[in-house]
């Protein structure tokens, strides 16, 4: 599956203007950002993309922020590793959790080694929402746990409840090459307890997780509540991320309207991860 990235100049944008673009083009289905010294970039797959509806989204917030000059342009896949690699080597979440490509070489070792090769998917740790959730994980005793990675990208949050001693994984997700690359990184991690699927959320129906993990935009999450709430099992745990800090008390409102009862919240530069209970 290809993408479109939607590319702005940094330095015509303040910190207050990134946060609000972010949440503008997460709404819209972008489904992730790099934003570095020179420009703020941001990506969507190429069959949800809408040139009118970006352009109707952007047009509202230049009304708040002034003009915003952009391009829009499609990255193909073969194009991607390079793409990623050159904004991405290693990540360290804390001091037991360390990420990396697999051409790097970590300078001392962690109790969490986790290999990600890039492959025209998303999710590197690098991300607020990632780190936050992989932190959130290592307070939940997993030791023979049943979890479901919801859109799991890399599958790096699949792998690390593997290497927390889940007994089974299964994770999923609608994009074909995020399907690959979850699968290329269990091999890489030699994690061989983990099911992924190519599927949407329907596939949750009739099964039962004691941990559901969902790191995707607001709308999805609110979209989706149900099949989440319903495959928890009693007393099983939901952490949920991929919005903004204003949006928490939709996701929470939702949650609460099948039963989810909200445990933690915590925030790192806007970002919100959220924790319920069944």
């Given amino acids: ?135 959130t994980m290592q307070t939940i005793d997993l030791q023979g746990k049943t979890v479901c990675d919801c859109g799991c990208g890399t599958g790096v949050l699949g792998i690390f409840a593997s290497q927390l001693g889940a007994s089974s994984v299964y994770a999923f997700d609608y994009d074909n090459n995020s399907v690959e690359n979850t699968i290329q990184n269990a091999k890489l991690n030699n994690v061989e307890n983990i099911t992924v699927k190519h599927a949407s959320f329907d596939c949750m129906q009739n099964c039962k997780f004691d941990l559901v993990l969902a790191n995707i935009n607001r709308n999805i999450l609110v979209e989706n509540m149900e099949y989440i709430a319903k495959s928890l099992n009693p007393n099983g745990i939901a952490i949920l991320s991929g919005f903004y800090s204003e949006d928490a008390s939709i996701v929470i409102g939702k949650a609460e309207t099948f039963g989810l009862q909200i445990k933690t919240i915590q925030e790192k530069n806007n970002w919100t991860v959220t924790t319920f209970i069944q």
């Fill in 1 to 135: 599956m290809d993408y479109y990235e939607f590319q702005c100049e940094s330095a015509l944008l303040s910190n207050e203007t990134r946060d609000l673009l972010t949440a503008y083009l997460a709404d819209i289905g972008f489904e992730s950002f790099i934003d570095d010294e020179n420009a703020f970039k941001a990506y969507i797959q190429c069959d949800i993309y809408d040139a009118n509806i970006l352009r109707s989204t952007i047009e509202p917030l230049e009304q708040i922020v002034g003009k915003l000059p952009y391009t829009v342009s499609q990255v193909v896949s073969e194009n991607w590793n390079e793409t990623w690699e050159q904004t991405f080597e290693c990540a360290e979440i804390n001091e037991s959790i360390f990420i990396h490509i697999p051409t790097y070489v970590p300078a001392k070792p962690y109790k969490h080694d986790i290999i990600i090769q890039p492959r025209m998917a998303f999710g590197s740790g690098t991300h607020e929402t990632t780190s936050l959730i992989l932190q």
